[in-house]
């Protein structure tokens, strides 16, 4: 599967920005997706995740309550709804997929599949 990525941009603290995860080659209903980013000078970290179909959701707890991601399998797309944005959450954001696990992973290491990356600049 090759993944796509896009929707990072510069925004306000405070304000709204959609991230989207667009795939081709298979569908994402056999894959577990995630949203990771990595600040600069910073290891990469696990911001969501959906399982397969999207019936289960997973989100890290600098960003629960605040982004939401979720799985359209009719468009082969998954969303990250950013809201609430801090400049802390300034990033380069990653979708990748996985379809050794059945299961929403934690850790980079376990996914297979990664897009190229989108930038979002959170200022104060």
């Known amino acids: 599967v090759q993944l796509q990525a896009s929707g990072g941009g510069s925004v306000q603290a405070g304000g709204s920005l959609r991230l989207f995860c667009a795939a081709s080659?298979?569908?994402?209903?056999?894959?577990?997706m995630a949203w990771f980013r990595q600040a600069p000078g910073k290891e990469r970290v696990f911001v969501a995740g959906?399982?397969?179909?999207?019936?289960?959701?997973k989100h890290g707890d600098n960003v629960n309550g605040r982004f939401t991601i979720s799985l359209d399998n009719a468009k082969n797309t998954v969303y990250l709804q950013m809201n609430g944005l801090k400049p802390e959450d300034t990033a380069v954001y990653y979708c990748?997929?996985?379809?050794?696990?059945?299961?929403?992973?934690?850790?980079?290491?376990?996914?297979?599949?990664w897009g190229q990356g989108t930038l979002v600049t959170v200022s104060s």
């Open positions: 990748a997929a996985t379809d050794r696990y059945t299961s929403i992973q934690y850790r980079e290491n376990f996914y297979t599949y």
């Open positions: 080659g298979r569908t994402l209903s056999n894959y577990v």
């Open positions: 959906v399982n397969r179909l999207g019936r289960i959701t």
